[in-house]
């Protein structure tokens, strides 16, 4: 008699198994599920005169990590009788260092500190297929790589490395302090924390039948990883409604006005199935040096539970400022001025 339930019960779980099975199948090579493209356009408004910058004041580099090149500039201020601090800065999701990155650079460079803003593997100038492909694990290889390359330059003083990120760059700037403890500081600029907080304010945000249809679009991209076929990919910022990693209008016009004319705005779908999984908050107890923590009160993008539970994890290293503005409203106008000076007199500080 037990064997026999015992059968029944493996028969029953061997054929809901060979039922998912199918069904991912099915969503992985099923026609019909092409999502429209979701072109920019042109930028409204240039953020930067590159004809302003000559090849000594932002210089191109680049280093290896597992056989891809990543590319990256690397800003010098003019006193080099002695090695300088650097900042290494990393993007968002989907970003690249030509949208904004040399906007903070300048600012930093000015101030007589080094800068290396470099693109993530599968985006940007550096090398990686598929394109515009965020995987958080290859992500945190490129920030580690990045400070190695950066202390191995003899005019970079090896004890003054600080880490820059923003959005989900400012969760693997905190996670790369937590692992190397020879980082001197960290600004960690509207953060991403908390992917699992992160999916339950997309939830809230917009509604249950549209977090099962993104799923479906991960699980779609990632099958066909698996099967070798090509990726599955959905636009990174869109409007309200429409099929996007951030389906939001204040995303979509930021990176209208930010992104350059070549930009593609797409992303492989599979990040969606994996994001809840990253917790750069569980990460932040083990964090050795000063933090700035630059938080949006008005963030839906990135919960401000996220922000205090980090804070509180943090301790003593916590140096947290407000800003009573959205996600996105922190990179442009006022609100950058703003954010950009509390970095300065924090750098400056801790540098």
Known sequence: MIMKTAIIIL???????????LYLLVVAIIPGFPVPRKPLGKRKKKTRELSTRTSRERQNRSFEVNGATINAWLYLPDNLNTPVPCIIMGHGAGGIRDMMLENYAMRFQDAGFAVLAFDYRHFGDSEGQPRNLIWIPYQLE????????????????????????????????????????????????????????????????????????MIVHGQRDIVRSWLGLSPHK??????????????????????????????????????????GRYRPVKHAENVACP????????????????????????GAHADVRHYPIGHFEIYSGENFETAVKDQLEFFKKHL
């Open 11 to 21: 028969l029953c779980i061997g054929g809901l198994a060979g039922m998912c099975a």
């Open 142 to 213: 490129d920030w580690s790589a990045a400070v190695a390359y950066t202390r191995s330059l003899d005019e970079i003083d090896q004890k003054r490395v600080a880490v820059w990120g923003t959005s989900l760059g400012g969760g693997h700037a905190i996670v790369t302090a937590s692992k190397d403890k020879n980082i001197a500081c960290v600004v960690a600029q509207c953060p991403g924390l908390d992917g699992r907080a992160g999916g339950e304010a997309f939830l809230k945000r917009e509604g249950m039948g549209y977090l099962l249809r």
């Open 234 to 275: 959905i636009p990174l910022v869109g409007k309200a409604g429409e099929v996007a990693l951030m389906p939001t209008e204040n995303a979509y016009d930021l990176f209208k006005e930010l992104a350059p004319e070549n930009f593609v705005n797409e992303v492989c779908a599979r990040i969606i199935l994996r994001s």
């Open 291 to 314: 933090v700035l923590l630059q938080i949006c009160d008005l963030d839906t993008i990135t919960p401000l539970s996220a922000a205090r539970e980090t804070e509180k994890n943090l």
